[in-house]
């Protein structure tokens, strides 16, 4: 390599580590959110709980896949999940062929099919990720595990709690609205989703639905803290204005590796961190929290309340916040 593209390269890398410094620095002094925030007391086994995992799929090393599925068992037992949801990506790099393949216990089953979760269902969205494999044998995986549910590419499910309380989720694919991944060979299955039909189909949805909470997941955040995935324009375009129109309370989403809570226009944008390995994060105008960690989100739901919960590998409950309902 030429002496001067050294050179700049290395300024480049400068800039952007300057960059961090400053994000960080400001983000430490001037988002209260971050630097004072007074975390809630875990919810008890007695309230109505779940977990939201994220991009736990992984290739030739678990990294730190084995503490976050050792801290959700060790959490199961203080909190008693109802049921488990998966942002997406939960097979990486085409590892995934077929319902019967030995992906799935060397991925999924010898971590969250054991203990204190075993017996819980999981509710999963599609990643980017899980395209490069076979998305059908992820919709099929339910015939043989009752446990798995992913009924079609998108889908909605409901739960009440004890006391009552309605909750409407609403699973979408998002990766077919990413118009870079359309020209990619290995993403060749989401070309051929139509987005149109989606997008009407959630707004049939949430225009019938009348339940007290409502609850988006997708894997690719709307909404993202700092300078360098960035946010999903499409999905801003597109999906934002459904959510708006019908005051959905939240939207769950994984991708970029890294716990966040962004808050727009009334909307709380939770991004659940990867349960393997984390990227770098820096804090934007809208965040509330944002962190570079590896872990999971306990939520706890009632009539007044839903709560939040980011707990890390190691056990540590790093931000909670409760959204109120009168």
């Given amino acids: 390599m030429h002496m001067l593209q050294r050179k700049k390269i290395k300024k480049f890398h400068i800039f952007i580590a300057v960059l961090c410094l400053v994000a960080g620095t400001l ?6 959110g971050w630097k004072f925030h007074q975390p809630l007391p875990l919810p008890s086994e007695k309230q109505y709980n ?137 993403h060749k299955d989401v070309a051929i989703q139509n987005t149109d039909r989606q997008l009407a189909w959630l707004d049939s949805v949430l225009a019938t639905s009348k339940e007290r909470w ?36 939240f939207y769950f989403s994984g991708h970029v590796h890294t716990f966040q809570h962004n808050q727009i226009g009334g909307i709380d944008y939770v991004t659940t961190a990867s349960a393997w390995k984390t990227r770098m994060v820096t804090p934007w105008f809208y965040t509330r929290f944002w962190k570079s960690e590896t872990g999971f989100t306990i939520c706890s739901v009632d009539h007044a309340h839903f709560s939040i919960y980011f707990i890390n590998e190691k056990g540590e409950l790093l931000y909670s916040y409760a959204r109120k309902k009168s």
């Avoid at 969250?112 to 044998?137: C, M, Q, S």
């Avoid at 997941?217 to 959510?243: A, C, M, R, W």
Wanted: aromatic share 16%.
């Fill in 27 to 32: 983000g430490y002094l001037f988002f209260p």
């Fill in 50 to 186: 779940f977990f939201v995992i994220t991009d736990f799929g992984t290739v030739a090393h678990h990294y730190n896949k084995p503490k976050v599925a050792k801290q959700m068992q060790l959490f199961a037992a203080k909190t008693n999940p109802q049921f488990i949801i998966s942002s997406g990506d939960n097979f990486h790099t085409d590892v995934l062929k077929a319902v019967q393949d030995t992906a799935w216990q060397w991925d999924y089953g010898q971590f969250f099919r054991v203990g204190n979760i075993k017996d819980l269902d999981w509710y999963a969205a599609l990643g980017n990720h899980d395209y490069t494999g076979n998305p059908e044998a992820e919709i099929a995986y339910g015939t043989v595990d009752k446990h798995w549910h992913m009924p079609a590419r998108y889908y909605t499910f409901t739960k009440q709690t004890p006391d009552g309380t309605s909750l409407r989720f609403i699973v979408l694919d998002t990766s077919p609205f990413v118009k870079s991944y359309r020209k990619r060979v290995t």
């Fill in 214 to 249: 409502k609850v988006v997941i997708g894997h690719h955040p709307i909404y993202h803290s700092g300078f360098f995935s960035g946010n999903t324009p499409e999905l801003i375009d597109q999906v934002k204005p459904i959510l708006k129109k019908y005051n959905v309370d």
